[in-house]
């Protein structure tokens, strides 16, 4: 299992921009990003896999991307176009290539109307 720290969440006004990245302590498969709302249950945001092949949740396309740097075991997701239904704790999530799952500890990301 892989250690995983999760970084730049925060408050942000609506239409503005947040960059979350997330550094895994080894080698890990496919990489990603899920996030919960008050009352409601963790939901898929974005997953990268290590050869680059992404997918999103309907809700974010076209405003979120997902990237990763293999080298440095780091995973990002450029958040643009924030909207006050993207308020949740967003947690960072790795396969490794033992194929056990991880979960980082959560960043808030709050956006205000």
């Known amino acids: 299992q892989v250690q995983l720290v999760e970084s730049g969440g925060g408050l942000m006004q609506a239409g503005g921009s947040l960059r979350l990245s997330c550094a895994a302590s080894g080698s890990t498969l496919t990489m990603g990003w899920y996030r919960q709302a008050p009352g409601k249950q963790r939901e898929l945001v974005a997953t990268i896999s290590s050869g680059g092949s992404a997918n999103y949740a309907d809700s974010v396309k076209g405003r979120f991307t997902i990237s990763r740097d293999n080298a440095k075991n780091i995973v990002y997701l450029q958040m643009n176009s924030l909207k006050p239904d993207d308020t949740a704790i967003y947690y960072c999530?790795?396969?490794?290539?033992?194929?056990?799952?991880?979960w980082g500890q959560g960043t808030q990301v709050t956006v205000s109307s």
């Open positions: 999530y790795a396969r490794s290539v033992w194929y056990s799952d991880s």
